[in-house]
């Protein structure tokens, strides 16, 4: 009922950018929550970036001063912008949105399918 498609990722050296997209369709009355999750064969999968149907957003630790989240909610579109890339940022991104979707009122989570992001040092 709702696909959220990625794009963006790639290979950048340590100390570039990247910036992620991922946009929401199908039966989508409201979203709530959009954000950012990353995952790598060693590690479970970890929250990097939220931001709220307003303006609130949450970040990593890790990533605070490096990284971005912002919304389009015109468009239902979340972005990631990723400054000061290091080698341990190296993971398959996930997006994920809470969606209630057309004749319901309740909200569900939804995911992309990943991006790879690979950053060489």
């Known amino acids: 009922q709702v696909q959220l498609v990625e794009s963006g990722g790639g290979l950048v050296q340590t100390g570039g950018s990247l910036r992620l997209s991922c946009a929401a369709s199908?039966?989508?009355?409201?979203?709530?929550?959009m954000g950012w999750y990353r995952q790598t064969p060693e590690n479970p999968r970890e929250m990097v970036a939220t931001?709220?149907?307003?303006?609130?957003?949450n970040y990593a630790d890790s990533v605070k001063g490096r990284f971005t989240v912002s919304r389009d909610n015109a468009k239902n579109t979340v972005y990631l912008q990723m400054n000061s890339l290091k080698p341990e940022d190296t993971a398959v991104y996930y997006c994920?949105?809470?969606?209630?979707?057309?004749?319901?009122?309740?909200?569900?989570?939804?995911w992309g399918q990943g991006t790879q992001v690979t950053v060489s040092s």
């Open positions: 931001i709220a149907s307003g303006v609130g957003t």
């Open positions: 199908g039966r989508i009355f409201r979203i709530d929550a």
């Open positions: 994920h949105a809470e969606v209630r979707t057309s004749g319901t009122t309740w909200y569900t989570d939804y």
